[in-house]
């Protein structure tokens, strides 16, 4: 990885940390979702300063380049930041099912 590649990916994982803890400053993401965004940047820093782990995993799984266990790691983080939504969307939309009926026998009962 060239010097340039690696100042790109500290600034890139610098300004993450920067816009999720300003996001949650000003409420518009919940600290539930914080932590692992945090964490991400942090996961970024930390193989770009340790770049003998991030070769280390590439080796253990079996890729090529360094490049395409990042690009894995990125789509398994997708696929579980989606997995994560669903079960909050099923949960809440599970919630309004129980309210709308609810509603429904409460104004049923007001007749």
Known sequence: M?????????IIGACLFLVIIELVRRRKLAEEYSFLWLLTGF????????????EWLTRLIGARTPTTTLFIFGFVFLLLINLSFS??????????KDLVQKLAISEKADR
């Open 43 to 54: 996961g970024i820093i930390v193989l770009i300063l340790w770049y003998d782990l991030l």
């Open 87 to 96: 079960l909050k969307l099923t949960k809440l939309t599970s919630q309004v």
């Open 2 to 10: 060239t010097v340039q590649q690696k100042i790109f990916a500290l």
